[in-house]
């Protein structure tokens, strides 16, 4: 409670977090809105209007526009690794047991970065073909890639194409010689970009993770560089090991 005794916007916030960790209020369930707030706390709106948005910004509640806030809803999506890469698997039957829908694909021939060209093996001058796109499971976006190929290794190929075929891109690496069977992960976590915000549909206060996979032939070369960014109230991530590993 404030130092003059009455009650501030985090005393709020902070009743609020312990009802709804504690269960009492469940997921999807309503959170009271200002007017409720202003009523049982004698409080002015605006104090009312800034407890709720430290709440949203920690990514317990959520607004919805014309209905009110709601406590967070998290059905994740398993992303299980080493189960997803192993061959003769989709990726997404493996985290799904489906594929979601894909959109936006698009492919583009472009310069790459500094740090793209050195971790794909690159000489000077060489491209990358780019594919783009989104995923959807449910409606809802919970993905954005980006993959980098070499172009000397997949000019030509359906790689280049919108549409890769049966097997996606892994499978006409394949056909090529060059079929990925090790791969590196790297993630990290941060707040979202606009533009990643607006791509994913993410409610105040949702982080994305960041992953990016390197995928390598069986002698060490470098054949895909994946850049993902991922909606964190979407996945949970599983890995799974040995003490022989």
Not at 50 to 68: D, H, M, P, T, W
């Amino acid at each position: 409670m404030a130092d003059n005794g009455r009650v501030g916007y985090r005393d709020i916030a902070d009743e609020l977090r312990q009802r709804i960790d504690s269960g009492e209020l469940t997921p999807g369930s309503r959170v009271p809105g200002e007017n409720d707030l202003m009523s049982r706390y004698d409080v002015e709106r605006p104090t009312a209007r800034q407890a709720l948005e430290v709440l949203k910004n920690e990514g317990l509640i959520v607004a919805r526009r014309g209905s009110g806030t709601f406590v967070r809803e998290f059905k994740p999506i398993r992303r299980v690794s080493p189960n997803r890469l192993r061959a003769g698997q989709s990726i997404w039957d493996a985290d799904l047991g489906s594929r979601p829908r894909t959109e936006n694909v698009t492919v583009d021939v472009e310069q790459p970065s500094s740090m793209i060209a050195e971790a794909l093996n690159l000489g000077d001058g060489e491209r990358v073909v780019v594919r783009r796109r989104r995923y959807v499971v449910e409606d809802k976006p919970v993905q954005l890639a980006t993959s980098y190929f070499p172009e000397p290794l997949v000019a030509g190929t359906a790689i280049t194409r919108i549409d890769t075929g049966s097997g996606g891109a892994y499978a006409r690496l394949a056909e090529l010689g060059a079929e990925p069977t090790r791969f590196t992960e790297e993630l990290r976590v941060r707040m979202p970009r606009e533009s990643e915000r607006e791509a994913l549909a993410l409610a105040q206060g949702t982080p994305i993770i960041l992953i990016t996979r390197t995928a390598r032939t069986t002698d060490g070369r470098p054949v895909e560089i994946n850049e993902m960014a991922l909606d964190s109230s979407a996945y949970l991530l599983e890995y799974r090991f040995s003490s022989n590993d």
